[in-house]
């Protein structure tokens, strides 16, 4: 089986993040940039790559046909879940969201007593 490929997911998502395919100029300079190495701490993973410890969350949506086809051909052609493919697709729409319009701020909020909302004693 083929390898998880950056450039491919850049391909596959540059469409939801309205971004164009890239030249081959651009191609050309890339393949040409020096390889980073990843940081030397090591996480704990899980058997799919993912940081364990992480919580997720269940989202529903629709998505076109043609779409989800494509994202399922990706999937078991890269030996990779579905799930891996639309987390991977959102980190990168969510990277070029904050290049362009500055880091997003997630307001925690505080967790309310039952008694106070329902105005009991």
Do not use: H, W
Request: include cysteine; proline fraction near 3%.
């Amino acid at each position: 089986m083929s390898k998880f490929n950056q450039d491919s997911m850049d391909a596959l998502f540059g469409g939801l993040v309205g971004e164009s395919a890239k030249t081959e100029q651009e191609e050309k300079k890339q393949s040409t940039a020096p390889v980073s190495t990843p940081n030397a701490t090591k996480e704990t993973t899980s058997r799919r790559g993912r940081p364990s410890g992480v919580k997720k969350e269940s989202v529903c949506t629709v998505v076109d046909v043609d779409l989800m086809n494509k994202v399922r051909a990706i999937a078991k052609k890269e030996d990779l879940s579905i799930t891996t493919i639309f987390e991977v697709g959102l980190k990168m729409a969510i990277q070029n969201y904050e290049a362009k319009n500055g880091p997003i701020r997630i307001r925690q909020s505080k967790k309310k007593d039952v008694g106070d909302v329902f105005g009991l004693e």
